[in-house]
């Protein structure tokens, strides 16, 4: 099946991207990769159909700054935190805010569906990934206005206190008084990792680092070593190479660098944290699509509807300016 999935990328001249959150048979078969912003960026060049794997939300950004080519995804997969930002929430928010009189920018995490990128931009807004979040937060601040972050509410409070600035959740109490408000949005992968799972490697290896994705709850980042989006992690993890370490993020990235950098690598869980909707793309999946492409069919080829593409795309390109 490997054999002839290669033969049909090279046949319709397809490039392959990957999240580090993939499957490793996956991650091995593509031609790019990198998080979610250097996958916008490096896809938003290219000239020849796309293959992304990763989930649904990326495969839409990458189609909507890349409108000319062809982009598909073996699964459309959504992630959960963007699924829990509906757009009804989302307006129904920034009424909330408005009738507050409360002068805001919006700021949205990438994951998110394109209508709520389109959302934002029409409220003056721009996207952020974790890599970038905290520059984007930052000359947000720098407009004297106040920040509406969504739809993780624990990045945005990690940033916040990272910066020194008040957060709430909106509709909390006192929530108008914070600087930087947030939707009640989170990742149910990066949610798993609890205090406990902290003390637990500390109290048995007294080295041990403690590393971990914004996207954990402030409690578990207050008590980390370090807190990076998953292209910071990897650096920290080279820079480190021997030093043990437990991990805070997404398994299969968290094996990969266990496996290929360092040994001393630990899960910090009890379960294993897989992102369920980044493992739905498989190798099976991968092979249909390609026949499916090799039959002239436009299987789970991305489409965003034209109106929303154009506005949720200056919420991106705002991001990428900045970037
Ligand atoms: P990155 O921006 O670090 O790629 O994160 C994307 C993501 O979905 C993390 O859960
Ligand atoms: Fe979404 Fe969480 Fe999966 Fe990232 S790990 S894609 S935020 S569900």
């Known amino acids: 099946m490997i054999n002839e999935i290669k033969n049909l990328i090279k046949k319709h001249n397809i490039t392959i991207a990957a999240h580090y959150y993939e499957k490793d048979e996956i991650f091995e078969l593509a031609d790019l990769t990198g ?33 000319e080519i ?42 998110s569906t394109a209508k709520t990128k389109a959302i934002v ?15 984007i937060i930052e000359w947000a601040l720098k407009q004297n206005k106040k920040i509406f972050f969504l739809p993780d509410k ?11 600035i008040t957060s709430a959740i909106i509709g909390e109490e006192n929530w108008q ?15 798993l990792f609890m205090p406990e799972h902290v003390e637990f490697y500390k109290e048995r290896f007294p080295d041990i680092k403690i590393v971990v994705h914004p996207e954990c709850s402030p409690e578990v980042v207050k008590l980390a070593d370090f807190a990076g989006s998953t292209s910071q992690i ?18 299969n990235f968290v094996n990969r660098m266990k496996n290929e950098i360092n040994p001393n690598i630990y899960v910090l869980s009890s379960t294993k944290p897989e992102c ?14 390609l026949k499916a492409i090799d039959e002239g069919k436009d299987y789970n080829k991305i489409e965003v509807d034209p109106e ?7 919420a991106l390109e705002r991001m990428m300016k900045l970037s």
Do not use: W
């Open 276 to 289: 369920p909707s980044m493992n739905e793309t498989t190798l099976e999946e991968l092979y249909k699509l």
């Open 121 to 135: 931009a029409q409220n003056g807004g721009l996207t952020c990934t974790s890599s970038n979040a905290q520059k």
């Open 35 to 67: 998080d979610s912003l250097e996958l916008a960026k490096k896809t938003s060049s290219l000239k020849n159909p796309l293959i992304f794997c990763g989930v649904k939300f990326m495969g839409e950004s990458a189609k909507i700054l890349n409108p």
């Open 234 to 251: 990897l650096n920290y993890v080279k820079e480190n190479p021997t030093t043990p370490m437990a991990i805070g993020t997404e398994f």
């Open 177 to 191: 008084n914070a600087t930087m408000i947030c939707f009640d949005g989170h990742c149910s992968v990066h949610q």
């Open 154 to 164: 624990n990045l945005g409070r990690n940033i916040a206190t990272k910066l020194g």
């Open 70 to 111: 062809d982009v598909y995804m073996p699964r459309l997969a959504d992630c959960s935190m963007a699924r829990m930002a509906e757009e009804i929430k989302v307006q129904n928010n920034i009424d909330l805010l408005k009738q507050n009189n409360i002068d805001f920018l919006p700021i949205t995490y990438i994951n």
């Open 308 to 314: 929303i593409a154009k506005n949720a795309k200056i």
